[in-house]
């Protein structure tokens, strides 16, 4: 006897949504996914691709700027093809999203263009007045940012980062409120792009959530490259005149800009798909609580990504909608583990980071030695003119083995492989000291920290 395929239907068509999609036609399911604004959601089409992109044309200028010092006349300034780079940018997450659309295509995944809400136990309706029954059903909704009253984004001088590539030009004097990870990804853009950047933090130094050693660092980078960085500064209102805007800080100060970008936040899409109605708990922000296999407090309804607020990763959003997909269709399935989560910041250096936390190791939460290994000595480093960098690990004082990492150099988001690679095997200090490095190579700095990492005793630390 053949059992009856499993329904599945999917609220939103971001990484947590089309990866779970993906795996549970692969299962056998028969799935249907329910999205608004394009397949590869925000992420694809506005957030995490076009930012990255970019950045992409923020490092080439990086590397052009820098060519007097490497030996090459370029015979004058460069400057930014504002068109061309917005057009680069929408063109390819438009290819990247039809690209996703093609194979959940292939996949026979039902797809339906519109905003979609729970209805009823195992009921999905839609706006365009469809009703889809499942046996388990996925939120992944995701997010979006946040505003602040008085400071509302008009789309032309106040904006969210998913309105800058509407732009005609690449802003003369950007004002950036908010100094977590992607004002810091744009300011650094944008400086390199040849923006003048106001970086304003309300905190006493910018990425105030991240290692403190790397944020320094990278505040130090952003001052030697112009930046105007205003620690302890928060921004009341934003006004408008023809050619530009005025922040005006909590103290009274007011700071005059071409535009300003609002890096503020995210709040979850979740205020009108019926989880109040439904009974599926969400927290005082109105992100939706789910445990470690992507479980809401609804039996059946699971839920992944931005809108559950765990780490705000696409990674992170992928991996719980297929785990939800894998615990619902009764495969075997591990419980997702944060702490083993890789995530960098895109600035230049990139700051890469897995595992525990210096600021754990600093409150006593976890016991772990650190070795620091700057990057200034490393010999390809030097060749391709990079100084500022350092690799940091944190080993298990008993037995060495390696709880994480921090790398800021040029691509750490590529470096950092070897450090997760080493906690989720919980290999030891020694394994990663005795692996081959490619000489010269960054990641040989990688090794070169595991080896004096050996080099100390207890006493020594
Ligand atoms: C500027 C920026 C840069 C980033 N860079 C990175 C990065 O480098 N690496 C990284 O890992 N992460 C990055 N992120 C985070 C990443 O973009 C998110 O974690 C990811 O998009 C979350 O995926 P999701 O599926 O939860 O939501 P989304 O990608 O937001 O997708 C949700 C989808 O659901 C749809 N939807 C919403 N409501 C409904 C409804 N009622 N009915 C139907 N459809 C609906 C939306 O239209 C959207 O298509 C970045 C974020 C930002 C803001």
Redesign the pocket.
Known sequence: MTLPRQRIAI???????YEAALVAAQLGADVTV?????LG???VLT??VP??SLIETSNAMNLLNRSIDLGIATGGLATVNAARLYERITDLARAQSADIAARINAEGIKVIK????LSGPGTVTTETGETIKADAILI????MPRTIPGAEPDGERILT?RQLYDLTEVPRDLIVVGSGV?GA?FACAYQALGSRVTLISSRDRVLPQEDEDAANLIEDVFKRSGMHVLGHSRAQSVSTSQNGVTVTLTDGQTIRGSHCLMTVG?IP?TG??GCDEHGVKTDKNGFIEVDRVSRTSVPGVYA????TGKL??????AMQGRIAMWHTLGEAVHPIRLGHVAA?I?TNPEIATVGVSQRAVDAGEVTARTLKQPLGTNPRAKMAGFRDGFVKLFTSPGTGVILGGVVVAPRASELILAVSVALEQRLTAEDLAQTFAVYPSLSGSVTEAARKLMEFTPDTL
Not at 11 to 17: A, H, I, Q, R, V
């Open positions: 609220l939103g068509g971001g990484p947590g949504g329910v999205d608004s604004d394009g959601g925000a992420c957030d995490c930012s990255k519109s905003h979609g809400k992944a909704t995701g997010a980062w992607t990804e995210m899409r009108s798909i992944a990504g931005d809108c705000m990763l696409a990674s992170v959003a960098t895109f």
